[in-house]
């Protein structure tokens, strides 16, 4: 299994803007479906946004528009997830997860074998 850790967040207000990292060791990254979920308290973890090892992203229908971004770069075993436009209801840990090769339930959290420890986002109103 490959190690996840995740770094970015942090307190940001209405409409602002933060980067999450999510470094991974491993030699073999580039072929890990990454994706990315946040889980808000007491709510279910919920998918955000995957990017495959042909970095096709996809995104939940709550950041698409821009609003959010996947990337990945291999070289530095990294893939990030740029936030922009943010509101009180992105607040949330975030956790970035991997799995290998690609799976059609990229959306849900049994198709990730590692997890990292999350980070927390909050969004002030």
């Known amino acids: 299994q490959v190690q996840l850790v995740e770094s970015g967040g942090g307190l940001v207000q209405t409409g602002g803007s933060l980067r999450l990292s999510c470094a991974a060791s491993?030699?073999?990254?580039?072929?890990?479906?990454m994706g990315w979920f946040r889980q808000a308290p007491g709510k279910e973890r919920e998918f955000v946004a995957a990017i495959g090892w042909s970095a096709s992203t996809y995104y939940a229908d709550s950041v698409k528009g821009r609003r959010f971004t996947v990337s990945r770069d291999n070289a530095k075993n990294t893939v990030y997830l740029q936030m922009n436009s943010l509101k009180p209801e992105d607040t949330a840990v975030y956790y970035c997860?991997?799995?290998?090769?690609?799976?059609?339930?990229?959306?849900?959290?049994?198709?990730?074998?590692?997890w990292g420890q999350g980070t927390q986002v909050t969004v002030s109103s």
């Open positions: 491993g030699r073999t990254f580039s072929t890990y479906t």
């Open positions: 997860a991997a799995r290998q090769g690609f799976s059609s339930s990229y959306q849900l959290p049994l198709a990730y074998s590692s």
